[in-house]
Structure formats: C-alpha cells, structure tokens
C-alpha cells in the first residue's frame, strides 16, 4: 500500500511497500506526482517487474519514515518544534546518502559544515542524537536493520571537538551591540528581539504564540507546552506582558494564526547574518533571554518573581542569571 508524506522541505515522499520488501521511496515537488509514481510502482511489483535491495535506504527515507510513524501515534511534531528544525539540517546535507554506506568521516563532515556556519557543539550534538534516534525507530517501521552509524561516530567527532556538553553562557550584549544587531536585521526580526528581551522567551515558545493565547485586557499571554524537564506537552504557563511587549504583538500585521509566523531557524539564521553584518562576535539569539531575565533582576525582582516570568522551575537555575551591571546598583541606591 502506498503513501505520501510530506517533507520537513516541503516536498512529497512517495513510499511504497510489499510485504517482506522494505519500501519504495522517492521524493517529488508536487503530491500529485508522488501520487503518480507510487501507483505505477505498484503496478510494477505486482508484475515482478521490480526486485527491491534492502540496502538501498537514505537518511531522507528514514527522516520520512520516522515523521509518518509519529503521525499515526499519539506524539506528531510539530511544525515549529526544534525536531523538525534538527531534520531539516540533516535531511538538507545527509538525505540522499544510503544509511548502509554511511562512514564517520562523512557525519565529521557534516558536523564541521555545521558548526562553520555558527552552530555549536551542543546544537550539533543534538542533532546528532536526533539523527540517531530517526535511525533506530525509521527501522522498525521499515522492518529493516540499520547500521548504528551514530554510535560508531561519536568517538571521531568528540575528539575533533565537534560535539559536546551545553555550557553555560553569561554572554549579555551592550546597548551598542543590540543596536547595531537591529540596524542589520529585518523589521519582523527587530520586533521579535525586543519581545524576547521583553518577555524572556525562548525562540521556539515565541514563533508558537497564536492570537488567541493574547490576553489583551490582562496584559496576559498563554506561552503553550513550554518547556519542562519533566512534561514534554501540555504545559502551558500564564505570563504578564512586561515593558512593551504588547505593543510589540499589537503591532504584528494578523496574515496568519501566529503572531509571529515564522520559522525558528528563520530566527536564529537572520540573527546570526544580523550579527556579522554588524561584527557583534559570540552573541547568538538565546543570549536575549538571559539578558531578559538579568535586566528583572536589576529591577530588584526576586527570584520567585522572575520564576513566574522565565518558567524555571528550579530556582537555583535562575543563580546565574544574576550577572548584574554595576550600573544598576546606582539606581538601585538612590531609590533607598
């Protein structure tokens, strides 16, 4: 029976599969011709006319397999998820290699075009592991056996430093620096850094917020499945609309369900060229929550109350968020 499934590209897999024959895929632009292919292939394994390799499977039939299987559970992704960000990068540079001939050289390869372009050992570390997990379940749905290329890799690419543990970043970015990063980015980009200073937010909970979660008279916003280490969906948290934020989600054009539709590497991708073009070294767009998060504290929030704000729900986490200015203790002094 055949199938169509769309991409993190955008495009139409087509797979077809027989019993004790793992699945015919190929990609196509439109569905209708995904369509086409997948019953003229039909018609050919009914023939006998087509003897299908177990070994011919790529990373992009995995990618495409692995979405399908958490379509038809209970745990679809969601389009704006940092899941489909991660698959998209992998499907882009590894979707047309066949997963049997994989080599730790050629995910070296790809870690090192990653982090070229600003991503860090963390962020491709995780991608990694995503791709791993894509491989172990994309077999089971298949009824295939898949090298464990990732395993086999890991070695290579820690001693080449290309993965690692998240670090803890202080980095908070001067006034010039944040003014200069918005003299280069576009308008749409100007406003989603200052509500994200504004708000504390993460880049992924900020491309989610739908008008309906605008609580216009509360000065109130529903930040939905925000992240937590324990619930992985379904935890929404109520947050006050601090500084200008609300004039900021009032002043978004309504073209879509979301306030700011765009995706979340649309974010990072436009604030990483913003910022070489204004030649801020080291600043990446999560830095912005902490600067968020440090600017309550100067305010001479406690930590219960910046909590409300941030999400964190251990508060010892919040400990190095307070890298206070020294300028903030001189208006802090003349208020007592």
């Not at 010892?316 to 203790?329: C, D, I, N, V």
Request: aromatic content about 6%.
């Amino acid at each position: 029976m055949a199938s169509i499934v769309k991409t993190t590209e955008g495009t139409f897999r087509a797979f077809v599969r027989r019993t004790g024959a793992r699945s015919l895929s190929k990609t196509f632009k439109t569905k209708a011709e995904a369509e086409r292919w997948a019953r003229q292939t039909e018609a050919a394994i009914e023939s006998g006319t087509v003897v299908k390799s177990a070994k011919g499977a790529t990373v992009g039939d995995a990618i495409t397999a692995y979405i399908k299987l958490r379509e038809e559970g209970k745990r679809p992704i969601s389009p704006q998820s940092n899941e489909v960000y991660m698959m998209r990068h992998l499907e882009r540079d590894l979707g047309d290699e066949v997963i049997a001939g994989i080599k730790p050289q050629r995910l070296a390869t790809y870690c090192q075009r990653r982090s070229k372009g600003g991503a860090g050992a963390y962020t491709v570390g995780m991608e990694i592991s995503k791709l791993g997990t894509v491989l172990k379940y994309a077999a089971m749905a298949l009824g295939e056996t898949f090298p464990d290329v990732v395993a086999q890799s890991r070695p290579l690419l820690d001693h080449l430093g290309l993965i690692g543990p998240g670090t803890e970043r202080d980095r908070r970015p001067t006034p010039d620096e944040l003014a200069a990063v918005r003299k280069a980015a576009p308008r749409l980009l100007c406003d989603i850094i200052d509500f994200a200073i504004a708000t504390c937010m993460r880049r992924g909970e900020i491309v989610r917020v739908r008008w309906q979660d605008v609580d216009v008279g509360g000065r109130m916003l529903t930040i939905r499945d925000r992240k937590d280490p324990r619930k992985k969906a379904g935890n929404d948290e109520r947050i006050p609309l601090l500084s200008d934020s609300l004039s900021i989600i009032q002043l978004q054009p309504k073209t879509d369900d979301r306030v700011f539709p765009v995706a979340p590497e649309w974010v990072s991708d436009n604030f990483l060229m913003a910022c070489r073009i204004a030649r801020v070294e080291d600043l990446v767009f999560h830095d912005l929550r902490h600067e968020g998060i440090s600017r309550l504290f100067e305010l001479g929030w406690q930590i219960p109350q910046v909590a409300l704000v941030s999400g964190h729900k251990k508060w010892e986490m919040l400990k190095r968020y307070t890298q206070l200015k020294p300028e903030s203790l001189l208006q802090s002094a003349s208020e007592t």
